[in-house]
């Protein structure tokens, strides 16, 4: 049967090579990432929201008890499954894709299209405070990936058609595919030519119909437009101002959003065992939950009940959801405990993924801005400025805290505008976007996604050149034709070993392997014909330190600094000290030309 299948296999590609042009089935092939993304989406809302609904109930209709433990048992199940069933790390969807575009030739694991939306699942539908949108960015990525390997398409094609999925994912589950379209451009850097937009619009448009014509046109965030119509009608310069001063608010807690997220995951992760950081992380999110019960879940419900309400109501709603619902709710506790909201739910994001939970930081990101906007209107409130609308500031507020946080204001002002279908207020929301994200990429040059990449040198960029030397091997550019040397051979030994050489420069090495230095044929040509000298002189005589060391560990970004700096044509490589070989600036040049030219190819 095994053989029947591979026959028909080969028939297949060999058919497709000689019927379909690459660029032709390129298309092909974006319909079907199109396809397989939107009903990758549909099968995961439906799945969370199923197991979120039916445990809601139960915990409501129970103690309070029950949000502190409901959390810790989703946990427990996401990582009983991923250890045991998974066997892969499938946490930080976004990150896992970009590593895969750029250290892994775009191939994402066949159960990436499945594994991460059951991790999610299990996760979020216990109330895990976490979004499922890299979830399904990652799922859409792995679709396309393996749908590009299965034909056997090259690695341009596979990191196009990884685009695809994740434009198709978001466009699917915010119905909101010109968004998805400008996040898989700004997020993932998939290079804006006509190649690769055309097949990333159709695989958005797509997903988006098929999800349209399934669930309905309702936009993801219905709202109550009136009032937002008669502010953006009346659009004065103090408006300007005022959205001014939310981008900036937005990119401070952009900054502490970022760095919270990262510490916090950071000090889970150094709790060694495993399951004590289950139950270590679980307690404490049960316990944020239990303080904050607004951090139930991925919280677009409460957002909704903001962008519905005027300012009382909305203070209603969120006094109502706290351990404050008795007391007397005066103007400043509404703002400390609102300030609470704002700064604690990205404690409880990373607590939920750093202790085995799988989501991601798209949801908490908006959930996070919402709140900034919803405090930023109790702020001017409380300093006299005229009232205006709960929810444009709310949504002003998504757009910049979602545009700092994954360094993307065009994703962000498209995605409000789209799930909420306000698009005449598109100008608050490119103001405050931009001003977010030049506010904290003056404190922040990565996104949340690609600061862990970014450090290890691994990020494919838009800077052209730092993209070419991101894909490049430091591996595959090594030349090992040198001849290696004893620091105590003899000046006859080495004359004999430069007879037979290709190349005008030795490798010395210690018995252990070590580099000990380098000696130049420059440097012995002069006395190499004195046959009296040949017992007399030894290496040790001719050696030199190299003027910079290359590990087999340092980017290519590196290695071309070091080549900069040291004005050296060849470099030795090492690896744990040990000499293994020489790295050429030619070579490298070589190497270039080609990426780039892969990478130029439409």
Not at 114 to 143: D, N, P, Q, R
Request: with cysteine; glycine share 8%; proline share 2%.
């Amino acid at each position: 049967m095994r053989r029947i299948l591979l026959r028909v296999y080969d028939a297949l590609l060999e058919w497709r090579a000689g019927h379909i042009k690459e660029r032709d089935f390129i298309i092909v092939l974006s319909v079907l990432v199109g396809i397989v993304s939107g009903l990758a989406t549909m099968l995961l809302h439906f799945s969370v929201h199923s197991l979120c609904d039916y445990v809601s109930e139960v915990v409501s209709s129970g103690t309070s008890f029950l949000y502190f433990i409901v959390p810790l048992v989703g946990i427990l199940l996401t990582a009983l499954f991923v250890k045991y069933v998974v066997r892969d790390d499938i946490s930080h969807g976004v990150t896992k894709v970009l590593y895969a575009i750029s250290r892994k030739n775009s191939v994402l694991r066949g159960h990436n299209m499945y594994s991460s939306m059951i991790g999610s699942t299990l996760t979020i539908g216990f109330g895990g405070s976490v979004g499922t949108e890299a979830t399904i960015v990652l799922t859409g990525g792995a679709l396309g990936s393996n749908l590009a390997r299965f034909f056997k398409m090259n690695y341009k094609v596979m990191t196009l058609m990884i685009g695809c999925g994740a434009a198709a994912a978001i466009a699917g589950i915010f119905k909101a595919p010109i968004a998805g379209i400008a996040f898989t451009l700004e997020v993932l850097m998939i290079d804006m030519t006509m190649a690769s937009m055309l097949p990333l619009m159709i695989s958005a448009m797509v997903s988006y119909v098929l999800v349209f014509f399934a669930t309905g046109g309702d936009t993801f965030l219905m709202l109550n437009i009136d009032n937002l119509v008669e502010i953006q009608s009346s659009f004065e310069f103090v408006d300007v101002m005022l959205y001014i001063a939310l981008g900036v608010m937005c990119g401070l807690v952009s900054v502490y959003f970022i760095r919270t997220n990262i510490w916090v995951e950071k000090q889970l992760k150094n709790i060694k065992n495993s399951w004590v950081r289950i139950v270590i992380g679980g307690i404490l999110l049960g316990g944020v939950i239990t303080l904050f019960p607004m951090f139930y879940g991925e919280g677009y419900s409460s957002l909704k009940e903001l962008l519905l309400s005027d300012q009382n109501s909305a203070s209603e709603y969120i006094m109502y959801h706290s351990i404050f619902r008795d007391a007397e709710h005066t103007l400043w506790l509404i703002l400390l405990y609102t300030v609470g909201l704002v700064f604690l739910k990205v404690v409880a994001t990373a607590l939920t993924n750093g202790s085995g939970g799988v989501g991601g930081v798209f949801a908490p990101s908006l959930f996070t801005g919402g709140l900034t906007g919803f405090l930023f209107v109790l702020i001017t409130t409380a300093l006299g400025v005229e009232y205006v609308p709960v929810s444009l500031f709310v949504l002003a507020g998504m757009a910049g805290v979602m545009s700092g946080v994954m360094s993307s204001p065009l994703t962000a002002m498209f995605l409000i505008a789209e799930m909420t279908g306000c698009y005449f207020l598109l100008v608050p929301f490119m103001l405050t976007s931009a001003v977010a994200y030049l506010t904290c990429r003056g404190m922040e040059p990565h996104s949340i996604y690609a600061r862990r990449l970014a450090k290890m040198g691994e990020l494919i960029t838009h800077n052209k050149d730092r993209a070419v030397l991101t894909l490049m091997r430091l591996e595959n550019v090594i030349e090992t034709d040198f001849v290696s040397i004893r620091s105590s051979h003899s000046l006859g030994t080495l004359v004999s070993y430069i007879a037979t050489a290709k190349r005008n420069i030795f490798p010395v090495v210690g018995k252990g392997g070590g580099l000990v230095g380098i000696v130049l044929l420059d440097d012995v040509r002069k006395v190499m014909f004195q046959s009296d000298l040949y017992d007399k002189l030894s290496v040790s005589d001719f050696m030199c330190a190299p003027i910079a060391i290359i590990d087999i560990t340092d980017s290519m970004e590196i290695v071309t600094e070091k080549f900069e700096k040291s004005k050296a044509w060849n470099l030795p490589v090492v690896k744990d000290g040990k000499y293994i070989g020489f790295v050429s600036k030619s070579r490298i040049f070589e190497a270039y030309r080609d990426v780039l030219k892969h990478q130029s190819e439409d």
